[in-house]
């Protein structure tokens, strides 16, 4: 199993422009969760998903983000406009049916933005 | 909100040494997690406890979930170099969401 799959891993733009991360989950995982990691504030959850379905977003911070899940293979978080303040490492996680094995997280996507 | 308080925020030993960590929290969890992540990387799950009172081992690492089901704390025996990360306990509440504490950085002189 490849395990969950970020890309890209790193990303630099510009105050302002669109920012796109993608994620695949473990191939039969029902849940998917977008958290962000910064020094500041730990690990916080975004946004999960249960069956493709978006279930709690009231972690994504405010209007200029958001998250899809199209299909159970991919996920994505857009920032639109991003901001220097969303500089952080976003991370996907899956995981299986109540997650009582806990989640698998991605590698990642260090996003910063200047 | 739920909150974990992890401690201690960071920790220095000399390779060899036993190491203890532990989270507590206001409210009451179903499931303790302990993870590891790497520089670089994302956490890692190394041991899930599931009931009160259950003490659970994983090689040199060993965890325990509280009584009161509101605090858990992990122990590594006789660390060495590749122990160095950043431990993080979660709790999970009903449903699937987990909630993380801040990370203690364990750090090993060789």
């Known amino acids: 199993d490849a395990g969950v799959i970020q890309s890209p891993r790193h990303e630099v733009t510009e105050m302002g422009q669109e920012v796109t991360l993608r994620c695949k989950p473990i191939s039969g995982h029902d849940y998917l969760f977008w958290y962000r990691q910064t020094m500041m504030r730990g690990l916080e959850l975004l946004i999960y998903?249960?069956?493709?379905?978006?279930?709690?977003d009231s972690g994504m911070p405010e209007d200029r983000f958001s998250a899809k899940m199209p299909n159970a293979s991919f996920s994505t978080l857009k920032i639109q406009p991003s901001e220097p303040r969303d500089s952080a490492v976003y991370f996907c996680?899956?995981?299986?049916?109540?997650?009582?094995?806990?989640?698998?997280f991605g590698s990642g996507t260090r996003l910063t933005v200047v | 909100g739920q909150q974990l308080n992890q401690s201690p925020q960071s920790m220095f030993i000399q390779e060899g040494e036993d190491v203890s960590m532990n989270c507590t929290s206001s409210s009451i969890f179903n499931t303790w997690l302990w993870y590891k992540q790497d520089p670089g990387e994302g956490p890692v799950l190394l041991i899930a406890?599931?009931?009160?009172?259950e003490l659970t081992s994983n090689g040199r690492l060993t965890a325990q979930f509280g009584i009161t089901r509101k605090d858990s704390f992990l122990n590594i025996s006789a660390s060495i170099p590749s122990d160095v990360g950043i431990y993080f306990c979660a709790g999970r509440l009903t449903g699937n969401k987990l909630v993380f504490g801040a990370g203690t950085i364990l750090r090993v002189k060789s």
């Open positions: 996680a899956s995981s299986l049916d109540r997650g009582l094995w806990g989640y698998t």
């Open positions: 998903f249960n069956n493709n379905v978006p279930i709690d």
């Open positions: 406890l599931y009931k009160a009172g």
